[in-house]
């Protein structure tokens, strides 16, 4: 559905000097906006028969629809161009134009319109039900072919529930020999096993013996080396002391030891103490530094004339 077109702008005879502006249309009373198509369909009569829809009569020129006069177009003064001082030239003085009105829109027939709306509303319903019917068919179709699928699943089941049940019956006769006959075949099986089990342990029994043996001539062996290396150890260790010994008493003869005397150890402790007491006070100890001074003069003077 196509809206009304807006008439075309007449083109108004202005003077070349002067613009002027278009004229402000005022929308017709007649041009009603079109109310949505869901108000439309839920007041609609049942819908009639389907008829190929008429395209509205144009209205001709001769027929004229009440409009609003427009208003009368205001001129703007126009400016004089800028001509050389020299040349001057005579100012054009514009000429008003009658205006002709504005085209008048066509009339909109709003029976033909509402006629046209309903037309399409019943072909998209009638589309719509041909895509529901065919979604319904096809649903259907699906329908009856899970349902066949389930059928046969369910005759197949029983089929072979059936065909195990029997089975069954027919394992329950024969069950009682082959249990019979299992039991005899594990039995010999055990035997088998224990005897092979007893073969193994046999000799596994005589190769402990013989690694017993064999540990035991090697723990004679041992033993008997240990002592021989003990008794060399002891020999060893006499011959190092007795050298020992000799080594020791030469030197003793040859080295005397002499014993070493402190001089003037009395006076040496005071001084040591003096120090400790006055720190940075050297001066206080003096007395006692120039007597350790004097011991220690006197005793080397006694050393040199003793000689010793």
């Known amino acids: 559905m196509k809206e009304p077109t807006t008439p075309p702008k007449q083109q108004q005879h202005t003077p070349t000097s002067a613009t002027s502006k278009a004229p402000t249309l005022i929308p017709s009373p007649l041009l009603r906006p079109v109310p949505p198509l869901a108000d439309l369909a839920t007041s609609l009569p049942p ?11 144009a209205p001709s020129a001769t027929e004229s629809v009440a409009t609003p006069s427009p208003k009368p177009p205001t001129q703007q003064p126009t400016a004089e161009p800028l001509s050389p001082a020299s040349v001057p030239e005579p100012v054009a003085v514009p000429q008003s134009s009658p205006v002709s009105p504005p085209a008048v829109p066509p009339a909109v027939n709003e029976e033909a319109l509402r006629k046209k709306i309903t037309d399409e509303l019943y072909k998209d319903l009638a589309q719509k039900r041909i895509k529901t019917e065919q979604d319904m068919q096809a649903w259907y179709d699906a329908e009856k072919a899970r349902a066949s699928a389930q059928a046969q699943a369910d005759v197949q089941s029983k089929v072979q529930e059936e065909i195990s049940r029997i089975l069954s019956v027919e394992r329950a006769l024969t069950q009682d020999s082959l249990q019979q006959a299992i039991i005899r075949e594990r039995i010999s099986n055990e035997d088998e096993k224990l005897r092979a089990q007893l073969l193994e342990f046999e000799q596994k029994a005589k190769q402990l013996e013989a690694k ?42 040859k ?33 006692i530094a120039a007597l350790y001074l004097q011991c220690v003069n006197n005793a080397k003077q006694n050393k040199l004339r003793t000689g010793g």
């Open 47 to 57: 819908p009639p028969p389907f008829v190929e829809p008429v395209a509205p009569r």
């Open 212 to 253: 017993e043996a064999d540990l035991k001539k090697q723990d004679a062996f041992y033993r008997e080396q240990v002592a021989r290396l003990e008794e060399r150890s002891e020999q060893f260790y006499k011959v190092t002391k007795e050298n020992y010994n000799k080594a020791v008493d030469q030197v003793n003869a």
């Open 255 to 287: 080295f005397k030891r002499y014993e070493v005397h402190p001089v003037c150890g009395d006076l040496q402790g005071q001084i040591l103490s003096c120090y400790k007491d006055n720190t940075g006070k050297t001066l206080n100890c003096s007395n």
